[in-house]
């Protein structure tokens, strides 16, 4: 290896045995025994190794890759269990070293300060991918309740843009895992990386006391300038202000949201286990909701399916679609089962039986509601014991039917290819 190293490492070799021999070494550190003669003799080879920036870039490809079985291909990490790193690869990306912006002024993190490498790396290889990985293997230490391991501490108190994007999207996994699980209780053998609260006792996970230690989370959005487009935030980031016990937070970043995903990710917190704060933060949110998409959002969920909390956020709020005419309107005050406002804006009736008397009067791109509506209030009568006020069938053939020599068709039709 040191011979390998003396003649010298750069991008054009990364198909040569240099780069076969490195990743030989990475293999050998994440195999070979604890304090093992091999262990010491390769992690030295491996701090001389790191010195270049393109040896470094696949010693660390390769241990993202050992890390999940030695593929060599993008990876999912929240559809596998995370896998402990072995304690000389850790030491490895926790050597001290001089150069890095953020903290801790650690190697791996000197990386991630680095610009990316400028020729294609090996899978793996990106700052995205390393910082994905390092929070994946986190997950995998079992240190005390009151404080962390080396990789958890780590990501406990960094400010690094890449790590914390990456804690942050481990975050939207979770979320995303507690809600599918709170509607699909058959899909629990899934493997659950990003469990935020364990199961049995409703305890945070080490996952959930890394996102609420970091004092750089949520990541907020940048400060647009006086003729800049305006700047999204992620949606979670307001659970996420939540998480940490920031609800000052959750306004401003709900007002620099996409409508739709923010309203998407209110209806997932809602369904969060653990502590019913972050639950019933979102539940005022929702409630408070300021932008007319958000609320014509809210609206078009309260019809969809049987969610009842979005359905009773709209009926505490007051909303209305806002691209509906009074008819419309009215139709969804049943729709919703919100029957005294109902009762009040059409006593008998009339405004939802004219709304469903002509699809085709609806204005461009009032199709959805129109049929949303009209399934919707069946569905509420059929709930209520009240009669839908639809529109009577026609009780005469329409004038668009077909006419032959024969009758009426399809009517005269006899299932046959004739009659003899």
């Not at 709900?254 to 809602?270: E, M, P, S, Y």
């Not at 009209?374 to 709930?383: N, P």
């Amino acid at each position: 290896m040191r011979r390998l190293l003396a003649r010298g490492f750069d991008p054009h070799t990364a198909q040569s045995r240099e780069a076969g021999a490195l990743r030989e070494l990475a293999r050998l550190m994440w195999a070979a025994p604890e304090d093992s003669r091999e262990a010491r003799i390769a992690a030295r080879a491996a701090d001389e190794a790191a010195a270049d920036p393109f040896a470094l870039r696949e010693l660390l490809a390769e241990f993202c890759a050992q890390a999940v079985g030695g593929v060599h291909r993008r990876t999912d990490f929240s559809r596998l269990p995370p896998r402990r790193v072995p304690p000389q690869i850790t030491a490895f990306l926790l050597e001290p070293v001089d150069g890095a912006v953020h903290q801790p002024g650690v190697r791996a993190v000197a990386y991630l300060d680095a610009p990316e490498l400028p020729l294609p790396g090996p899978v793996h290889g990106s700052h995205r991918d390393l910082a994905e990985w390092l929070v994946h293997a986190a997950n995998a230490e079992s240190p005390a309740e009151t404080s962390f391991g080396p990789l958890s501490g780590l990501l406990a108190r960094t400010d690094q843009p890449h790590l914390l994007a990456a804690l942050s999207s481990a975050f939207v996994s979770g979320v995303r895992d507690g809600a599918h699980h709170a509607t699909h209780p058959d899909a629990r053998e899934q493997p659950r990386p990003y469990l935020l609260w364990r199961e049995t006792e409703a305890a945070p996970t080490l996952l959930t006391r890394m996102l609420r230690a970091n004092p750089h989370l949520p990541l907020l959005p940048p400060a647009a300038g006086k003729d800049d487009p305006p700047r999204f935030a992620g949606a979670h980031a307001v659970l996420l202000a939540l998480l940490r016990d920031r609800p000052d937070l959750a306004g401003p970043i709900a007002r620099a949201t996409d409508a739709r995903k923010l309203v998407d990710a209110l209806a997932q917190g809602v369904l969060q286990p653990g502590p019913p704060e972050i639950a019933q933060g979102c539940r005022r949110l929702l409630r408070r909701l300021d932008d007319s998409a958000a609320r014509d959002e809210a609206c078009g969920r309260a019809l969809a399916g049987d969610d009842q909390e979005m359905r009773a956020a709209v009926a505490e709020a007051g909303y209305l679609p806002s691209m509906l005419d009074e008819s419309g309107r009215a139709a969804f005050l049943f729709a919703t089962e919100q029957w005294e406002r109902y009762d009040a804006a059409d006593p008998r009736g009339l405004l939802v039986t004219g709304y469903f008397a002509d699809v085709s009067s609806r204005p461009a791109g009032g199709e959805w509601w129109w049929w949303t509506l009209k399934y919707a209030v069946v569905t509420a009568a059929a709930r209520s014991g009240r009669p839908a006020p639809l529109p009577a069938p026609p009780t005469t053939p329409s004038p668009s039917r077909r006419k032959g020599p024969i009758g009426s068709w399809p009517t005269s039709y006899t299932g046959g290819f004739g009659s003899h």
